[in-house]
């Protein structure tokens, strides 16, 4: 506003926690200490800690991996062998919530193995039911050129299924998601 003077600064009040010289007392440990509780602190020298926990990603992750592969033969029998559009979108469905729900595992892991953030296992989840989903489209349009196909791969992907293919990814990464934040599956 106009014709008012800019105020002063006024001085927080004393108070009983400040010492007579004026410092502020200081706290024995830093507030945010707490949130890294879970984390060992290396010893000095060693560059590294020995008590730190494995990550629960590897287990999870090599299970995630063979439902992907397997995943991956059952639309290549779907698509190429059986020649059918009819049960793509379903298997991959299946497939991405398959591995979502295995990896899963990562983020709430059994024993005392670092878990892995809900995100992660998502991203990766999805990476896995993408992955299955392209291998297996790759194999068959391979599998149609060795049986005397022409086509190139968008080309015969586009002819011999049309959208189904992007259906598939689309199914396949949503099912990927909603596994990872389901999950986990117990053994």
Do not use: C, H
């Not at 600064?9 to 024995?28: F, M, V």
């Not at 926990?53 to 190429?80: C, E, I, K, N, Q």
């Not at 189904?164 to 199914?171: A, C, K």
């Amino acid at each position: 506003m106009a014709g008012t003077e800019p105020r002063k600064r006024q001085s927080a009040p004393a108070t009983a926690d400040a010492s007579a010289d004026g410092a502020a007392r200081r706290l024995e440990r830093p507030p945010s200490e707490r949130y890294a509780a879970g984390q060992a602190e290396p010893a000095p020298g060693t560059g590294g800690s020995s008590t730190a926990s494995p990550s629960a990603l590897s287990g999870p992750l090599v299970r995630a991996l063979l439902v992907g592969a397997l995943g991956t033969l059952a639309l290549f029998v779907v698509g190429a062998l059986l020649a059918s559009t009819a049960g793509l979108l379903f298997t991959s469905g299946a497939v991405g919530g398959a591995a979502g729900l295995v990896l899963a595992r990562a983020a709430v892991p059994l024993g005392e193995a670092r878990p892995v953030s809900r995100r992660t296992v998502a991203r990766l989840s999805v990476a896995v039911a993408i992955a299955a989903v392209a291998i297996a489209a790759i194999s068959t349009w391979a599998f149609a050129r060795a049986e005397g196909g022409n086509l190139g791969l968008v080309d015969y992907l586009l002819e011999a299924f049309g959208l189904f293919v992007p259906g598939e990814v689309v199914i396949a990464a949503a099912a990927a998601v909603w596994g990872a934040n389901a999950g986990p599956v117990q053994s």
